[in-house]
Structure formats: structure tokens, C-alpha cells
């Protein structure tokens, strides 16, 4: 799987990837500063079928700067036809994707951390400006 984030950069100024399966078409911000995996609480309340709640809680700070308690779930994605499976925070951060979208056109669902990187072993070719998995 090799995934350009050209057009991400291009149109945003970030780097971004899409979903290609079930649920289909979601928009994830690649943050190798994140420590969590993230999905937005209008995406899990949407799609709440497709995900697997955990039952357990993180402690994370959100996009304002407070720490909560955010329920926890794992998720599986598709990325460029190979399903991905991770655990994801989920986050209610309306406002702040309300002014991304607002700022850049686009509506983002989620972040993909460090952690899903390192998991699922992509690599970030920071030159060619894609995303590989080893």
C-alpha cells in the first residue's frame, strides 16, 4: 500500500487519507505528534454499529486544553483495500472541526497517532510525500 498525501497537503496544508471500505469515505488527519488515535463523536454516534466499545475510558486532554475521561473503542478501517484495526479515543471536538472545515473546505473524522503508525507499521516518506506499510 503506498498513499499519496499530495492532495491533502495541496488543498489543506495537511496531511490527510481517506477511507476506501466500510464505513466509507472518512477523513483522517496523520498527527505524529498525537499520542491517541481519534474519532469524533458525531462519526462514532453516526456509525456506531461498525465499532466495538471497550467498555474502558482515557484520560485525555482535548483540542481546548482539558483533560476528560473519553470512552474508548476499537475500530477497523480500510485503507487503500487492506483493513487496519486500532484503538481509538472518542473525542467530541465540534468546534474545532467545525473551524477546520469552516478554514480548509474539508471535514475531518479523526486523527491517526503515532501509535497507529507504529502499529501498523507505515512509514511516513516525508520526500515523496506518501505513506507506505512495511
Not at 29 to 58: I, M, P, R, S
Amino acid at each position: 500500500m503506498e498513499f499519496p498525501l499530495t492532495l491533502g497537503l495541496q488543498k489543506t496544508g495537511l496531511p490527510l487519507i481517506a477511507t476506501s471500505g466500510k464505513p466509507k469515505n472518512l477523513c483522517f488527519l496523520v498527527d505524529t505528534g498525537a499520542t491517541h488515535n481519534v474519532l469524533f463523536t458525531y462519526v462514532f454516534e453516526h456509525f456506531k454499529n461498525e465499532f466495538k466499545v471497550l467498555g474502558d475510558y482515557q484520560s485525555t486532554m482535548g483540542i481546548e486544553g482539558n483533560y476528560k475521561e473519553y470512552p474508548t473503542i476499537e475500530a477497523t478501517f480500510t485503507f487503500e483495500g487492506i483493513d487496519y484495526t486500532s484503538n481509538f479515543t472518542v473525542l467530541d471536538a465540534t468546534n474545532a472541526v467545525t473551524q477546520l472545515q469552516e478554514e480548509t473546505g474539508v471535514q475531518i473524522h479523526g486523527i491517526l497517532s503515532t501509535d497507529f503508525l507504529v502499529r501498523n507499521k507505515w512509514i511516513l516518506d516525508f520526500d515523496k510525500l506518501t505513506i507506505k506499510d512495511n
